[in-house]
């Protein structure tokens, strides 16, 4: 697909990535803004979802503040890539997969209540693949926003909020879990959510500023497909950098141009040594590697290797699994 040429649809885009509208009629606060009506904006994000443009109007949580994630990886035999694909794609949880240009060519992202449920998916995996999973849990996150501007101008991301999670309640997980899988593109979206949670309209807005506020919820607005907005090379860079030098090099990294996920996670000894990550998401492959050879100047990063993992397929992309199955809306 091509990048995105009506004005009004860029905005919808761009403006919205963050800090959507908490009001009982949202999408009519945005046609204010925009000058067009309601029934227009709901209309514009129908079709882009339908595009394949965006995947959902919802929220993205802080990792690990109210489920348990990972990132792993497979090694596929290239005649059995699309099978092993379809076998991760299909395992409850699983939210991203994709195909990257390395002898560990498979990679996912498993979701679950908790890590009990995440352990189970991987030996489900590994079981039916007869593959090792390299497991590679998070660490410390210093940037996991991903929300950028789709006309070339890259932000740097908001300052994160630390996570409360004593101010959790009863029944958030299966709001979150609501926001996570999309909310509704109708003009009451938080009435609908509240409905199907047996709840009402004024406490689901309260509750979501409040997980807002302890940062919980990181981020909400409009969950864009970055592949299919002309944003083609998506590059994860893995760094093999000495624990102790993390504390500096992480933040550097996270606040460069053009980096727009910036993380640590445990390596696997023998095997996988790289503990700092970041993701390039480029409109070229020439620009991801300009922004890679700009990084890798970083002081902090001086002499440091890495690889650079270039992905050539999405397998799956969706929300993740916050609530056990068939408790959320």
Not at 121 to 138: A, C, E
Request: with cysteine.
């Amino acid at each position: 697909m091509e990048r995105i040429g009506d004005p009004l649809d860029l905005k919808l885009l761009d403006d919205w990535q963050r800090n959507f509208p908490l009001e009982p009629r949202p999408f009519s606060r945005i046609s204010l803004e925009l000058g067009c009506s309601e029934a227009d904006v709901i209309g514009r994000y129908e079709k882009l979802k339908a595009s394949g443009r965006i995947t959902r109007v919802g929220a993205t949580c802080a990792p690990n503040s109210v489920s348990a994630s990972t990132l792993a990886a497979l090694a596929a035999p290239g005649e059995r890539l699309e099978d092993i694909a379809e076998i991760v794609g299909g395992q409850p949880g699983v939210n991203h997969s994709y195909q990257r240009e390395n002898h560990w060519n498979l990679w996912f992202v498993a979701t679950g209540p908790d890590r009990d449920h995440v352990n189970r998916v991987l030996n489900d995996i590994q079981k039916q693949t007869g593959l090792r999973v390299l497991d590679l849990p998070l660490v410390r996150p210093f940037n996991v926003d991903l929300g950028f501007r789709l006309n070339g101008e890259m932000d740097r991301p908001p300052a994160s909020r630390p996570v409360r999670k004593e101010r959790l309640q009863e029944g958030d997980n299966d709001l979150l879990q609501a926001l996570t899988t999309g909310m509704p593109l109708s003009r009451r979206p938080y009435l609908q959510i509240a409905q199907a949670l047996n709840r009402s309209e004024e406490e689901v807005l309260e509750r979501i500023y409040v997980l807002q506020e302890a940062g919980i919820i990181s981020r909400l607005g409009v969950i864009v497909r970055h592949r299919a907005l002309g944003w083609r090379s998506n590059a994860m860079v893995v760094w093999d950098i000495e624990s102790g030098h993390i504390d500096k090099a992480g933040p550097a990294l996270a606040a460069h141009p053009g980096v727009t996920l910036c993380y640590e996670r445990r390596p696997v000894e023998g095997i996988w040594p790289y503990r700092l990550y970041c993701m390039i998401h480029a409109q070229s492959r020439n620009k991801a590697l300009e922004t890679l050879t700009q990084a890798s100047g970083l002081p902090e990063l001086a002499g440091v290797p890495y690889q650079i993992l270039f992905s050539s397929r999405c397998f799956k992309q969706t929300g993740a699994m916050i609530a056990p199955q068939g408790r959320a809306a």
